[in-house]
């Protein structure tokens, strides 16, 4: 097992809210924890990217913002759109899902080349894309990282942690090291609730985490978990 300060395994952890009551206040508290513990990033939805961005101002902490799940069938070109507006915003680093209809029906150009326009959007910003495991058989799995990573993904994301995406798992992380080779790196997301859990992910290939169980795990300090994802 990796042995690391909490001050090196905050450093891999994205802190992480996304459930859509959340108010200013909330975004602050998010901001304020990911200071007070040096949280790699605070993860939050796009509306709050600009309020992020002013809160974290002289701090190294990366605003990461999401899109297009829980369901990712929204047209292509609204994602460019919507990748583009989050990075004018502010946004570091964008963590969003492609159709998972186009990878089941075969459709494999229609994927690789929707997470390829993203990319393209992004303009050489970080790019991470929630495959959504829970979704996919092993063969499945296999073919959305390749098509992800050959896309030029930054990293490779197990699951969105919503609806059907399913929980991280060693064995996922494993797999998805594997075919990121040198090419792209790995987060784990789902269900990462203890410091254990967070670094056997780690040990298992993963660079980032994204948890809304962060002071949780760096503390050891059980609290009410009321959130629905990671």
């Not at 915003?89 to 994927?111: C, I, S, T």
């Not at 503390?219 to 978990?225: C, L, V």
Request: a neutral charge; hydrophobic letters at 40%.
């Amino acid at each position: 097992m990796l042995n690391l300060s909490d001050k090196e395994l905050a450093a891999k952890i994205q802190h992480t809210n996304v459930n859509p009551e959340l108010t200013p206040e909330d975004i602050k508290s998010l901001c304020d924890d990911c200071k007070h513990f040096g949280f790699n990033g605070v993860m939050i939805q796009p509306q709050w990217v600009n309020l992020a961005r002013k809160e974290l101002a002289g701090t190294n902490v990366q605003v990461a913002t999401c899109m297009s799940f829980p369901m990712g069938a929204q047209k292509t070109e609204v994602k460019i759109f919507e990748a583009e507006k989050c990075f004018e915003d502010g946004a570091d680093q964008l963590d969003w899902m492609p159709n998972v209809g186009f990878l089941k029906a075969g459709m494999y150009d229609e994927y690789q080349n929707e997470v390829a326009a993203v990319v393209k959007a992004a303009k050489g910003k970080v790019v991470k894309i929630m495959l959504e495991f829970g979704m996919l058989t092993r063969d499945e799995k296999i073919m959305a990282a390749k098509l992800s990573r050959d896309a030029g993904a930054t990293y490779l994301k197990n699951s969105s942690g919503w609806g059907k995406g399913g929980h991280a798992t060693i064995d996922d992380i494993q797999l998805l090291k594997r075919i990121a080779g040198d090419k792209c790196l790995v987060k784990a997301s789902g269900g990462i609730r203890n410091r254990q859990q967070a670094l056997s992910l780690l040990e298992a290939g993963a660079s980032l985490l994204g948890t809304s169980a962060g002071p949780q795990i760096i503390t050891g300090e059980k609290r009410e978990d009321r959130s629905i994802a990671d």
